[in-house]
């Protein structure tokens, strides 16, 4: 082992996300429930679909940023 | 918007000039060079093709005849390099796969900082990482390298498997699974992408409307715009310095994440 060796050994790759990326998360909710409801609200002639659609998108979000980064 | 709006209030006072002041618009990022349509070869264009040369020049000039005593050349490349490599490969990835990515870590670090830092150094003075792009165009180097080293390391199977978090109840997997493949297919890109662009470009616009404000207030206003134009002045010269603390942030971020995606593609969370 040359000393570069020893001194790069033992370093455990970091496998959470840091939390900047929270945000890529806390956006996929809103968008993928809020986009398909949206569209059904446009397809039906409806008008109060998306809302529910983006709120709990949200709340999912914001269930999926607990199980990445608030559960260890 | 609201700086479309803060512009007008600057301008409302000379408003009887007949030209009054033209707030900074997404406008001022577009600077044709030659050619048209959309074969124009534009201003990013010219500064992101000048920001390579300069790197593959100083790169290679300060590092052909490396020391052990390391002339001062050598030695602020060895500190980049060492950040890179120690501080975002080596602590992300782990001792054991981060030799093989270092390269692209390295390259993407330099090439996105001077970009950036591009934004305030004249006689540039142009951030190429505000038009989007460039932004997407680095994203999707990333993208196609986290995909396939997932692919080639686990199999596409256990790659895909892996991206869903384990031990939650079985209902919820219908909304999650979903949701985590757009994460991570579509959304964790388009972030990475825009987070760069955003920053780089309201930045700029920030810049710009100082500079353009306190330049319009010097010259065309009455006495007293000419005393506040000062601090028009001050204010861009804070926000210069602000602007070279974002612009280096933005690159640690962005090779930081590129760094996280390619450790969690090629390692297991368990």
């Known amino acids: 082992m040359t000393p570069l060796e020893r001194l790069d050994a033992g370093h455990e790759p970091r496998v959470t996300p840091p939390m900047w990326d929270a945000m890529a998360y806390m956006l996929t909710g809103p968008i993928m429930l809020g986009l398909p409801a949206y569209l059904l609200d446009r397809i039906l002639g409806t008008d109060w679909l998306v809302l529910p659609g983006v709120l709990i998108g949200g709340a999912v979000s914001l269930y999926l940023v607990w199980v990445r980064y608030g559960r260890s | 918007m609201s700086l479309t709006l803060l512009g007008s209030a600057l301008a409302l006072p000379t408003a009887g000039d007949g030209e009054g002041f033209h707030a900074p618009s997404p406008q001022e990022f577009y600077w044709p060079i030659f050619g048209s349509g959309d074969w124009t070869f534009t201003r990013p264009m010219a500064t992101f093709a000048i920001s390579i040369l300069i790197l593959s020049v100083a790169l290679v000039a300060l590092t052909k005849k490396a020391a052990i005593v390391p002339s001062k050349g050598q030695w602020l490349v060895e500190q980049a390099y060492d950040f890179v490599r120690n501080g975002i490969g080596r602590d992300t990835i782990g001792s054991k796969d981060f030799l093989r990515f270092t390269p692209l870590l390295f390259s993407l670090f330099m090439c996105i900082l001077l ?156």
């Open chain 2, 115 to 270: 970009n950036n830092l591009f934004g305030i150094i004249p006689p540039i003075q142009y951030p190429t990482m505000s038009r989007i792009g460039f932004p997407i165009a680095l994203t999707l180097i990333v993208y196609v390298v986290y995909h396939i080293a997932g692919i080639r390391k686990k199999g596409p199977v256990r790659y895909l498997s892996e991206m869903i978090p384990r031990g939650l109840p079985k209902p919820i997997y219908l909304l999650i699974i979903p949701l985590e493949y757009a994460t991570y297919f579509i959304i964790r890109p388009l972030t990475l992408a825009l987070r760069l662009f955003g920053n780089m470009f309201a930045g700029h616009m920030l810049l710009l409307l100082f500079i353009m404000g306190g330049e319009y207030m010097l010259i065309h206003g009455g006495i007293g715009l000419k005393i506040t134009s000062i601090g028009s002045f001050l204010m861009a010269l804070v926000f210069t310095a602000f602007e070279a603390l974002i612009e280096f942030l933005q690159a640690y971020i962005f090779t930081l994440l590129a760094a996280t995606y390619i450790s969690d593609a090629i390692h297991s969370e368990h």
